[in-house]
C-alpha cells in the first residue's frame, strides 16, 4: 500500500504546472493543420515540408513536431535526410477533422473560448460569478446571450456540442432501455447530436429538438439533413413558452448550467407536460456523494462557475430536484465516463 512518502511531490508539482503548456501544444498542432496534413499525405514528412506547406517557420514548427512527438500525438522516423514525422492512432482518430469521432472542433473551442474565461479562475472563486464580463467584455446576465454572443461563435458551441456526443452520446442514450418512449423532446438539443444517437439506437422513435430559433435555424441549414425525417424542430425558450406534451424530454447537459431554483421551474413544467407514464432521462456528470468524483468532474464544476450560473451535483442532489418537481421512479446509471444518466418517471 502506497503512503505519501512514495509520492515525488516536485515531479507531480511539474507535471500539474505542465498542463496548459501540454495541452497549448495539442491546440495549436490541431489549428495549423499539421494532423491534417500528415492524415492526408502519402507517407511521413519532414519538418521543413510540413512547415512549407502549412506556411510556418521551419524551426518553430521542428520544435512544436518535436513535442507532439513526446506527448505521443506523433511518431518520428529518422532516416538519412533527417527526421520524418507521421500520425499516431490517437491523432488519426481524435484531432483529424475528417474522423467520425473527431474532437477537432471541441479542442478549438476549448482554446478559443474556455481558456479566455479560466484565465480569471481567481476572480471567479472570489466573487462566485461567471466571468464573460472579464472575459469578452459582454454581461452575462442573459446566460445565452453571451454564450451566443456573435453567430460565428453560436457555431462554434453547436459543433463543440457535437464533438462530445461522437464520444459519450451512444452510452448515455443506451443506458436505460428508452424503447418505450417514442415521442421524444431533446431540450435544448442545440446541433442534433444526441438526437442522431437516439433515433439510430430506437429507431421507432422521433425526436423534436426543442431549442432558440437562431439555433434551430443553423442546425437546419448546417447539422441535420432534411431526408431525416424522423428528427424535427421546435423554436422556442423552454423556461418561457410552453413545452408540448411528450412520452420523454432529453435534458443533456442542460441543468448544469442553473441554480437550483430555475432546474426547479424547468423540470416542474415538464411535469406538467409529460404525459402520464412518461418521463426525463437527465444526462450530467455526477459527482459522487461525498462531493469527491473524478478529476474530470471537479474540473467540470469549476468550468461551470467560470461559464455559467450552475455546478455539478450529486445523484442525491438532481433526485431532491426530481423528486420536488413530482417525477417518481428515479434510477441513476453510472457510465464510467464523462456523463452519467438519470431518469425519472411521471
Request: glycine fraction near 8%.
Amino acid at each position: 500500500m502506497s503512503s505519501t512518502q512514495d509520492l515525488d511531490y516536485p515531479q507531480l508539482l511539474f507535471q500539474y504546472k505542465n498542463g496548459f503548456l501540454v495541452s497549448k501544444i495539442m491546440f495549436t498542432a490541431c489549428e495549423l493543420g499539421v494532423f491534417d496534413l500528415l492524415l492526408e499525405s502519402e507517407g511521413p514528412l519532414s519538418s521543413d515540408a510540413i512547415a512549407e506547406r502549412l506556411g510556418t517557420s521551419a524551426s518553430g514548427m521542428e520544435r512544436l513536431l518535436d513535442a507532439c512527438v513526446g506527448l505521443k500525438l506523433l511518431g518520428v522516423e529518422m532516416k538519412s535526410e533527417g527526421a520524418f514525422y507521421r500520425n499516431t492512432e490517437l491523432s488519426n482518430l481524435y484531432l483529424t477533422k475528417s474522423s467520425p469521432k473527431s474532437q477537432y472542433h471541441c479542442l478549438m473551442y476549448y482554446s478559443k473560448t474556455i481558456y479566455f474565461c479560466w484565465h480569471y479562475l481567481t476572480d471567479a472563486v472570489r466573487d462566485g460569478k461567471n466571468q464573460y464580463d472579464r472575459a469578452f467584455g459582454i454581461s452575462s446576465e442573459d446566460l445565452y446571450g453571451a454564450l451566443y454572443r456573435s453567430e460565428e461563435e453560436m457555431i462554434k458551441f453547436m459543433y463543440f456540442l457535437n464533438d462530445f456526443w461522437k464520444m459519450y452520446g451512444r452510452d448515455v442514450i443506451a443506458a436505460f432501455d428508452l424503447s418505450p418512449f417514442t415521442v421524444i423532446y431533446d431540450l435544448g438539443g442545440c446541433a442534433g447530436g444526441l438526437a442522431q444517437e437516439c433515433i439510430s439506437l430506437y429507431p421507432n422513435s422521433t425526436v423534436t429538438i426543442y431549442d432558440l430559433p437562431k439555433v434551430v435555424q443553423v442546425a437546419k441549414e448546417r447539422f441535420v439533413p432534411p431526408e431525416e425525417r424522423r428528427i424535427t424542430f421546435h423554436e422556442g425558450d423552454f423556461f418561457k413558452d410552453p413545452i408540448p406534451e411528450a412520452d420523454l424530454y432529453i435534458l443533456a447537459r442542460i441543468l448544469h448550467d442553473w441554480a437550483d431554483d430555475k432546474c426547479m421551474h424547468l423540470l416542474t413544467k415538464i411535469h406538467k407536460a409529460c404525459k402520464p407514464g412518461g418521463g426525463v432521462l437527465l444526462v450530467e456528470t455526477l459527482l459522487n456523494e461525498d462531493k469527491t468524483g473524478s478529476v474530470d468532474a471537479q474540473l467540470f464544476n469549476l468550468m461551470m462557475l467560470v461559464q455559467t450560473e450552475g455546478k455539478v451535483r450529486t445523484p442525491a442532489e438532481y433526485s431532491k430536484l426530481f423528486t420536488a418537481a413530482g417525477f417518481r421512479e428515479i434510477q441513476v446509471k453510472k457510465t464510467g465516463k464523462l456523463y452519467d444518466a438519470i431518469l425519472g418517471r411521471k
